[in-house]
């Protein structure tokens, strides 16, 4: 073991001895360990790229005799996340042992299934189609990775001669072949041709590495791709400023990118969204800007991405606009007259891709929309089904953005021929895995932005809509609770802005912090509010503005700024008020909140008679009594209710659920509950009010 960090410059050396220790001689723990290091470090390998595996001698449980097997990643998951659940166990001498009843190239869909002949673990997940190259190779531990650096490489023209220039005889190569049992064999073939060899460079596609032990296997990883980094590094910097031909467009200041890809993203989505609903992520990193402003991007970007883990996830090519950076895009039809064009040329030539190159057997074309967005000046924009994928679409574009920047500073860049490319991205492998993925959420690919968020009614709709599949922007006035609140969430369920909803400028920029973090808005929850009790001698002028501030004026800021948004999508969209019982009956000691909540009730009902032809829907919950759990009943409100109705503020919570025909208490997810019946089930309805109240006659609306 080292007794020292290793220093590397281009990686990422993440090894812990003490950590590592603590594994003993469990191999497989330790494979696991590895992979999740490397996985770490998007320069190695980006989310879901990539496979590695180990070697070790177990027991079989039919002979009691010591059997090789090796343990590899299975299909579909990710190596920095990677835990013993998503591995597949197999008999090494029996996947060695297919050799025998392999046909060639035509015969590989079939060897996928035999996989499943040599399993050895029982709670293997599926094997993948590299299953056999590391299965071939006699090492004990085995990294398949595609850093940038090695691409970039591969995809490089004269990619053999340039592998023998940096690594000398210690590393093979091997041309682009489609991954399966074939390239397995050419593995094998290469390394008896060139015995000692550390590893063996895959042409337009990546590296393979390995080693007698976890440690080992990394560290030559690392050191491959380390010397890989420098040779590119070294000449790139000899480029100076002509990197990719040098800059032909000037970037925009960086706040002036955002802003203008803010008012961009809804019309990009709605016209990404033709065929199904997307939702999207923006970047304007050094490296993406480098790349959209320069003069080889025209030549570039129609060429298409190499090593096939970026394709899969990218399509073949982006989408380059023809906009200026400081495009006026307050003109929304003007803009579209200059966008649709764009979208419709994209979509015919990505079917005419399809119909050159499709084989009989070829699944139905895919949606023929861009995933990759680049808009010089400004950025680089990623669309795809939610916001972890749209997002992985994104780093992988970037990974494909380094790749050409290295082999062009090497010699020049290749990609993949294009029936290549085509045979993979509709390989019927792959057309099984994506058959395989579970079956989407009510909410999937929508975006919510809920206000008063940051607890109570309003973080449950939040939670609620977040567990149906939805993205959501919490929008609270009171930072450190939206903190806690979003922590409360996975990465890439929600994001939040700081809004006071008194505020225009405020709720601006809770919609275009919504816009750039997912594309746009499909679902707007009013849920913001407070409450005031008092006798109307006691009622102040100040009491009666908060209120209206907040509940009234609040809601149709919000609202006109959604519908702006959801007009731009064209997807149509959600409006949800939570106004309150209050609303509809006469209660006591209540005039300025009563009118509030009836002045949100009668709004909704405005808007949507206004807005159905949008297919926007705007719809009302009501709550009544919801005491655990509310923000509104902490402090006077309480107090002010109880004064109301002769108890003790200890009492309101028996008094409110004796009073409703259920006898029910309410709670804040009973809420949620209705939000999500108005946005997840009730689809065709619009104009309606929700009560949410255990029953209460007086409030009956009908």
Known sequence: MPTAVTQFKHVDYLWDEAKAASLGDDQVALFLYRSNLLGADLRITNYGGGNTSCKTMEKDPLTGKEVEVMWVKGSGGDIGTLTRS?????????????????????????MVGLFNHCIYDLDSKAPSIDTPLHGLLPFAHIDHLHPDALIAVAAAKDSEKITKEIWGDTMGWVPWQRPGFDLGLQLEKCLADNPGIRGIVLGSHGLFTWGDTAYECYLNSLEVIEMASEYIETRVKAQGDQVFGGQKVEPL?????????????????????SQARQVGHFTDTDTVLQFINSHDLERLAPMG?????HFLRTKIQPLVLQLDADEDLTDRTAVLAKLEPA????????????????????????????????????????????????RVASE????????????????????????????????????????????????????????????????????????EGAVVVLADIAEDR?????????????AY?????????????????????????DIVVHSAGLAISKPLEEHTEKDWNILQDVLVKGQFELAQRAVAVMRDQGTGGDFISIASKNGLVSGPNNVGYGTAKAAQQHMARLLAAELGPDHIRVNTVNPDGVIVGSKIWEGA???????????????????????NLLNEIIRPEDIADGVFACVGILTKTTGNIINVDGGMANAFVR
């Not at 991405?305 to 883990?309: E, Q």
């Not at 939206?482 to 929600?494: G, I, M, V």
């Not at 008194?502 to 919504?514: N, R």
């Open 396 to 467: 992988f574009y970037i990974n494909a953005i380094n790749v050409m920047r290295g082999a062009e500073a090497i010699t020049a860049y290749t990609s993949l021929p294009r029936q290549e490319a085509f045979d993979i991205e509709y390989w019927l492998l792959e057309e099984a895995k994506l058959q395989r993925m579970p079956q989407e959420q009510p909410l999937s690919r929508k975006v919510a932005l809920v206000t008063g968020a940051g607890g109570g009614i309003g973080k449950a709709i939040a939670d609620k809509l977040v567990a």
């Open 305 to 309: 991405t190499s090593c096939p883990d």
């Open 343 to 390: 979208f419709a040329q994209y979509r015919q030539e990505y079917q005419a891709y399809y119909d050159k190159h499709k084989r009989d057997n070829s699944p139905a074309v895919r949606d023929p929309n861009p995933v990759i967005i680049i808009y010089p000046g400004v950025g680089m924009f990623s669309f795809a089904k939610n916001k972890q994928t749209t």
């Open 253 to 273: 200041p960086a706040e002036q990118r955002k802003s203008q890809a803010a008012k961009l993203m809804p019309l990009l989505r709605g016209l990404a969204s």
């Open 86 to 110: 998503g591995i597949a166990g197999l008999y090494t001498d029996r996947l060695r042992d297919l050799k025998k009843v392999y046909g060639g190239l035509e015969d590989e869909d079939r």
């Open 497 to 521: 802005a700081v809004c006071d909803v008194t505020s225009v400028a405020s709720i601006q920029a809770a919609f275009d912090k919504a816009c750039l973090e997912f594309g746009g808005v």
């Open 482 to 494: 939206l903190r806690e609140a979003n922590a409360t969430y996975k990465k890439d369920q929600s």
């Open 637 to 659: 409100w309480a107090e002010g209710r109880a004064k109301a109705y002769g108890i003790t503020v200890e009492e309101l919570p028996a008094h409110y659920a004796k009073r």
